[in-house]
Structure formats: C-alpha cells, structure tokens
C-alpha cells in the first residue's frame, strides 16, 4: 500500500486494536478460525473505522473455516467488495480493500482455469503496479506473470518480464539459485506456485486492518519470480542456465530446457529422476504423479511412440481423477492442479495417430467444451469423424463400378443432426466449419513478430516513462490453447487441410458445390504442399464428374500437373498414396472415369492400360470392362 494507508499510531485506542489484529492474525495463522472471528467482531464493535477490510478478512476467514472450498460464496463477498460502496469509509480505506479485493478475485479466477476473466480482473491492479506497495506489487506481478504464460502469450510475458527487472526492480537482472528460498519439493513440478486467498495481517508500523497480506506463500513471493522468470526464459528459447537445488521444480524446468532443444532423451531421464527422488523422499502426491507421467506420454508422442503415449497418459489421467474426483468439494489449490483437458487433448492426437477413431473423438469432447475457440481442436475432431467413417467403409472397396456410382448419386448416409456430438460426418461438417471460420478470423489478425534489431531498437529509445506500454502492446499468436502459439506456416497448413477435410466430407454427403469450393480455396491457398494441390485437383475433379461437368473436370484431372510434385512430400505423410508412382495411377484413374462419362472411350481405355499400381488395380479392372462392354455395344449398333 501507499503511505496513506499506513499512518503512525497516535491515539491509545490504535495500540488496544493493532493488538486485537495482530491476535487475530495469529489466530487465523493457527487455523482458529472461530477465535480469530471473534477478534475481528470486537474490532468492528469498537467502531474500527476500516469497516470494509474487516468485512473482507472476515469473508476471508468464513472461507478458510469452511474447509477453503466455498469459493463461490466468497467470490460474491469479493464483488460487493470491490465496488467500493461503503457509507462512511474514507478514500485510503476503500482503496486499500479494495486492491485486496480486485487481487483475490483473480485469484479465484485462476485457479478455476478462468484466465481470460482473471486477466480482466487484475488490469486496473497491473496498471497501477508502480504505486501499490512492494510486497502487494510482487504478488501482482507474480499473478500477472503466471496468466500471461498460462495463456501462451509468451512474448508479453518476457517484456512484462523486462519490466519488472528494469523499472520496478523486481526480479534479478540474471537468474540465480536462491538457497534460502527453495520451494517445498512436495509442490507441484510445473515450475509455477499458486497463489492463495487472501488472509488478514497486521504490521508493526502502520495502523491496524490497515495493512494485510494477500497470500500465505508471501515470504515466497521472491522465489516464485525467480522460477517464473526462468520458465519465462525457457519457453521463449533463451539462453538461460537452470541452477542444480535438488528440488523438482528446477529439475523440471531443465526437462522442459531438453525438450524445447528436441533432446527428449535427457528430458525423459530429468522427469524420472524426479520420480525416483521424490518417491524417496516421500513427497510424491497424485500431482506431481500426473505432471511426471502427462510430460513423459508427451516426450514419447513427440518420437512417435503413440502406443507407450497413450499409456503414459492414462496413467497421468489416472492420477489427475484421484486428485480431482469431485471438484464441486475440492480447495482452488486443487482445482488449480487438475489438467484433465490437457491430458485428454494429448491422449486424442495418440489415439488418432494408432486410427482409434473412437477413442480419440471421446477424448476430444471435454477439451471442446473449455477449449472452443481452437481451430486445431476442431479439426482433430473431425479427423476422428472422418476415419470413422472410413473404418465403417473399408469393406466395401471391392463393389463394383456400377454399384459405387450407384450409391454415391443415392446419397446413403441418414438425415442426422450436426449438433450431435457423434463421430458421424454430419458432426465433422459442423467441426469443419467451426474450424474453417476461426482459423480465417485469426489469419485476418495474426500478428508478425518485430526482428530482434528492431526489438532491442525500441527497448534502447523507449522512456522509463513508457515502458508499461511497450509490453501491454506485445501480442502473440496463441490462438490454440492449450497449444503453444503457432506460426503463420502452421496456420496456412491447418488452413490448408482444413480445405482439403471439408471438400472430402461434402463429396462424402453429396454435397458437390461446397466440395468444389472447398478444393477450389485449398488451391489458391499459400504455401500449399504437394499433397494438398494433388488433393484439391483430385477433389474438384470429382465434384466436377459427380455435377455432370466432365469437360470441367479435365482441366483438374490432366496429369501435368503431376510433373511439379516432389516425391518426398507424399511418401512421409501417413495416407495411402506412398509414392509418386501411386499419385499418378489415381489421377490417371480419376482421368479415365471422366473420359468415360464423355463416351470418349479409347482414350480411357489407353490410360487404363497403363496402371498397374494396387491402389487403383482392381477399380481399374472394373473400369476397363465396362469400357470395353461399352465400346462392344457400341460397335454393335454400328454394324
């Protein structure tokens, strides 16, 4: 707080209540909660002027006497409180609770995975951080910090970062072990300490409920900057070194250090020697169980062992339903460790990778419902619609030629609802569309990074004065939480296959004017690789012959094309067509059915004669009889 909020004790009625507070907190510090009650009664019956910071370590204590689980009812007490519509109370009073206030609601906020609201919260607090009391400035700071990186907004993180090392002194210009300091190895590996609710305190020098702490882990406020700083640094792929302190919050960050430079071996190897340190210590809780085995599955996701991933999170799944069976009883703190969706979203891209369609839509479900503006979320999920289907159809490859027509042109597929969450393709138009329109949207406002010149140009001009501006105007492209922010390479590829996913699964429907736009956009898109421009010319080909449009779609289905693609980009991709050689027999095919449907029959008949690969063999067989049956009939009719 400001000096006003401290004045000197002059009255002897300030000595009879600055020893009521500290009683109280003494009590409140002793978990006598009902004690402690008391004492703040007798403040406010003595006509204690600071009304509204009673009533606010009052709610506060109500909440921890509870079991520190009815956050909701002291959320409300925080909201009347931070209005600051108290009849009598005096400016410096008001304000003092109601930053106190304003702090605890974000807070709540946080560790209810609420961040955005929590971000909201804090602003008028982080505005003014250069005014509020140094201890209540670094835990600001220290929440401020924790959302930003909680959100993926990693580049305002490390200028918010710069800020409080160069102007407000907060942190140490160079990250160093702090012996006196280091965190309790039973806590949580992420590297982040979570901040409690509020408590009342008293101080030997101001007057009392005129000063309070806003966290029981304040004397830690230093260290979780510190290791906040380090994860800052980290993430951002600086140069750092991660002191050796034996605990696994450091040991962690270094895992993390080896996975960020791909060396997964020696991240792998960091996580289990916390394991294995922590189980002899005895200070393994189900948190840290499900950090250890989360990070492990996502370390053997990344080399592609997807079976042993999945099993890892399962495991860490496991872990995270024992921490948080019921979360309607359980403590912010605990709320605060749950990663259920994180987990379930890693288990789904493993369960895609092994084509567990089923498995892996059902694991996508939770992730949606807090995750809803990620388009790669979407997307994911209506992977898992598409091989669904796929799996569902893989036994009727070997119909025939008519029969395929046939069915295409009757549409088999039953009216279903699109809101239905169902791995069925009238669910994945929906997730397409959903994924279509916010990856257009985040396209339209992605923001491209400054160089590091011009960064290090605009710190070395820019005024003390200006310095809080420079970081809050940093952006970054975090637009698929939980995922990292992504690059504009990465969007135009997601943009891409979403193109490519939406044109198959309106062909699948029948749908054949969307498929041709689809596949139309998926070819004017940037950067646009091998595979996609094969499929966007294979997918407007058909829509074009399913229209009755074969002229049309020759244009599409010529094999020059074919001449500019780099083998390479089709055979490291995880579909059917491994080779050159096999793209060309499907072109060639799709070619032929055109000239088919043109009556130009000796034409298609020479194409067929020339595949041979066993993707299209067997369809090509079917073909060239019906060709040949045709031309037959057809030299028939002319004798």
């Given at each position: 707080m400001d000096t006003a909020d401290s004045p000197t004790k002059t009255q002897?009625?300030?000595?009879?209540?600055?020893?009521?507070?500290?009683?109280?907190?003494?009590?409140?510090?002793?978990?006598?909660?009902?004690?402690?009650?008391?004492?703040?009664?007798?403040?406010?019956?003595?006509?204690?002027?600071?009304?509204l910071i009673l009533r606010h370590n009052r709610a506060v204590v109500n909440y921890y006497k509870g079991g520190a689980i009815q956050h909701l009812a002291l959320l409300r007490e925080l909201e009347q409180l931070s209005d600051g519509?108290?009849?009598?109370?005096?400016?410096?009073?008001?304000?003092?609770?109601?930053?106190?206030?304003?702090?605890?609601?974000?807070?709540?906020?946080?560790?209810?995975?609420?961040?955005?609201?929590?971000l909201e919260r804090l602003a008028p607090l982080v505005t003014r951080l250069e005014a509020l009391e140094k201890h209540m400035a670094a835990l600001v700071a220290t929440l401020q910090l924790q959302l930003l990186l909680a959100t993926n907004q990693l580049n305002r993180a490390e200028a918010f970062l710069d800020y409080l090392q160069y102007k407000l002194n907060l942190v140490a210009s160079a990250p160093t072990p702090n012996p006196a300091g280091n965190p309790n190895p039973s806590e949580e590996a992420a590297a982040i300490a979570a901040a409690t609710v509020a408590a009342a305190a008293a101080s030997s020098e101001g007057t009392p409920a005129l000063e309070t702490t806003v966290a029981r882990v304040a004397g830690k406020s230093d260290c979780t900057l510190q290791l906040l700083q380090l994860l800052t640094l980290v993430l951002n792929r600086k140069p750092v070194v991660i002191p050796e302190d034996g605990s696994p919050h450091f040991a962690a960050l270094k895992a993390q250090k080896y996975y960020i430079m791909k060396d997964f071996q020696m991240a792998g190897k960091q996580l289990t020697r916390i394991n294995n340190e922590c189980n002899l210590a005895g200070t393994m809780t189900p948190e840290l169980n499900a950090v250890i085995a989360n990070n492990m599955g996502v370390i053997q996701l990344r080399v592609r062992h997807y079976a042993i991933a999945v099993k890892f999170f399962q495991r860490a799944l496991q872990y995270d339903q024992e921490l948080a069976g019921n979360l309607r009883q359980s403590s912010l703190q605990t709320m605060s460790a749950a990663r259920s969706c994180e987990i379930l979203y890693n288990m789904g891209i493993s369960n895609l990778h092994l084509r567990r369609s089923k498995d892996a839509f059902q694991c996508f479900i939770l992730p949606l419902k807090q995750y809803q503006s990620n388009p790669r979320l979407?997307?994911?999920?209506?992977?898992?619609?598409?091989?669904?289907?796929?799996?569902?159809?893989?036994?009727?490859?070997?119909?025939?030629?008519?029969?395929?027509?046939?069915?295409?042109?009757?549409?088999?597929?039953?009216?279903?609802?699109?809101?239905?969450?169902?791995?069925?393709?009238?669910?994945?138009?929906?997730?397409?569309?959903?994924?279509?329109?916010?990856?257009?949207?985040?396209?339209?406002t992605f923001h491209m990074a400054a160089s590091t010149d011009e960064v290090l140009d605009a710190k070395d001009a820019a005024a003390a004065s200006v310095q809080q501006q420079l970081w809050s105007q940093q952006q970054d492209n975090n637009f698929c939480n939980p995922s990292k922010p992504i690059s504009l390479e990465s969007l135009e590829n997601m943009l891409a296959a979403i193109y490519a996913a939406h044109s198959f699964v309106s062909l699948r429907l029948g749908d054949y004017i969307t498929a041709l736009e689809m596949a139309k956009q998926l070819l004017q898109s940037e950067r646009l690789s091998d595979a996609h421009k094969l499929?966007?010319?294979?997918?407007?080909?058909?829509?074009?012959?399913?229209?009755?449009?074969?002229?049309?779609?020759?244009?599409?289905?010529?094999?020059?094309?074919?001449?500019?693609?780099?083998?390479?980009?089709?055979?490291?991709?995880?579909?059917?067509?491994?080779?050159?050689?096999?793209?060309?027999?499907?072109?060639?095919?799709?070619?032929?059915?055109a000239l088919t449907l043109q009556n130009d029959f000796q034409a298609a008949k020479n194409l067929l004669a020339s595949l041979s690969h066993p993707i299209v063999s067997n369809k090509a067989q079917i073909l060239h009889r019906y060709v040949e049956i045709k031309m037959n009939a057809a030299s028939s009719a002319l004798n």
């Open positions: 002897p009625s300030d000595d009879e209540n600055y020893n009521l507070l500290c009683q109280a907190h003494e009590q409140f510090n002793n978990a006598e909660y009902d004690r402690c009650l008391e004492l703040l009664q007798q403040l406010e019956t003595k006509g204690e002027s600071s009304g519509k108290a009849v009598g109370l005096t400016l410096k009073h008001a304000g003092s609770a109601i930053t106190v206030a304003r702090y605890n609601k974000a807070v709540i906020y946080y560790h209810r995975h609420m961040y955005g609201t929590a979407w997307f994911r999920m209506a992977e898992a619609c598409i091989m669904e289907d796929e799996s569902k159809l893989r036994g009727d490859e070997r119909q025939t030629f008519e029969s395929a027509m046939n069915s295409s042109i009757s549409k088999p597929y039953a009216a279903q609802s699109t809101a239905v969450p169902e791995p069925t393709l009238q669910f994945a138009t929906l997730c397409l569309r959903n994924a279509l329109s916010l990856a257009r949207q985040y396209k339209a499929l966007g010319n294979m997918y407007a080909g058909e829509a074009l012959i399913m229209m009755d449009k074969a002229p049309e779609a020759r244009e599409y289905l010529e094999p020059n094309f074919m001449s500019s693609l780099n083998a390479l980009d089709l055979e490291t991709r995880d579909w059917q067509l491994k080779s050159l050689e096999a793209a060309q027999n499907v072109v060639r095919y799709n070619l032929a059915v």
